[in-house]
């Protein structure tokens, strides 16, 4: 199983609230990504990291951003949700290319933050 | 147009049907491709990957690329109440980032 954890795992609030959703990977891999999933909808990737102090925004326009200051660490922070921020958020991260048959191409994923914004 | 395109479904099947979850693709560049099984209120997790083109089993699971025809399936045999979940299809070009489908939830009933 992988070590890939989120908190908190459910979120209910305000619109208007800054909110951090943390995700931490124990695996020392450098490639760090969050996704946004919608029931029944394909991943929409919001952003990615390749390391320490490297972020990058994904293929789906997003309001959140995040931080990379340790590899193990992949902050989102919304600064001021809004109720089109409900959603469910996805952290993966992923082996070096040298790592394994599929190398970096194989994504571990987190079990997700639902968040919800009233 | 996506360039992963992914049978949407739903799908429904009586425990031990077999069970063909397909994807299109339009990027002739990618050349890992890799089927991910998500479970309820759950990340998705690797359920098989190929390399190239060609088919892979493993178990009541077969992986089949045809590069070709830029289509990828996934073949479930005998299948079986637990593998009820949204299966996602993802490509990638060797460059770090995947390319997912929209998913297929199947259930399988007993």
């Known amino acids: 199983e992988a070590d890939i954890y989120q908190t908190p795992r459910y979120l209910v609030i305000g619109t208007g609230k800054k909110i951090t959703l943390e995700c931490s990977q124990t695996?020392?891999?450098?490639?760090m990504y969050w996704y946004q999933q919608d029931p029944g909808m394909e991943l929409h990737l919001i952003h990615y990291?390749?390391?320490?102090?490297?972020?990058e925004k994904g293929d789906l326009s997003s309001e959140s951003t995040v931080s990379r200051i340790r590899t193990e660490h992949f902050p989102l922070t919304l600064e001021s949700a809004r109720p089109s921020h409900t959603s469910q958020y996805l952290c993966?991260?992923?082996?070096?290319?040298?790592?394994?048959?599929?190398?970096?191409?194989?994504?571990?994923f987190g079990p997700g933050t639902r968040l919800t914004v009233l | 147009q996506k360039e992963v395109e992914q049978d949407p479904g739903p799908l429904s099947v009586p425990e031990g049907a077999i069970v063909s979850l397909n994807c299109t693709y339009s990027n002739s560049a990618f050349q890992y491709f890799m089927w991910y099984r998500q479970y309820s209120r759950k990340g998705p997790e690797l359920l098989m990957y190929?390399?190239?083109?060609g088919n892979k089993e493993d178990g009541r699971f077969t992986a089949q690329v045809d590069k070709s025809s830029k289509y990828i399936s996934l073949f479930i045999r005998d299948s079986q109440p637990s593998d009820s979940a949204t299966y996602l299809c993802?490509?990638?070009?060797?460059?770090?980032?995947?390319?997912f489908g929209d998913g297929t939830t199947l259930t399988v009933k007993p």
């Open positions: 993802a490509m990638s070009d060797g460059a770090g980032k995947s390319t």
């Open positions: 695996m020392g891999h450098d490639k």
């Open positions: 990291s390749y390391g320490v102090n490297s972020t």
């Open positions: 190929t390399y190239s083109s």
């Open positions: 993966a991260s992923s082996r070096p290319r040298t790592g394994g048959l599929l190398g970096d191409n194989e994504q571990f």
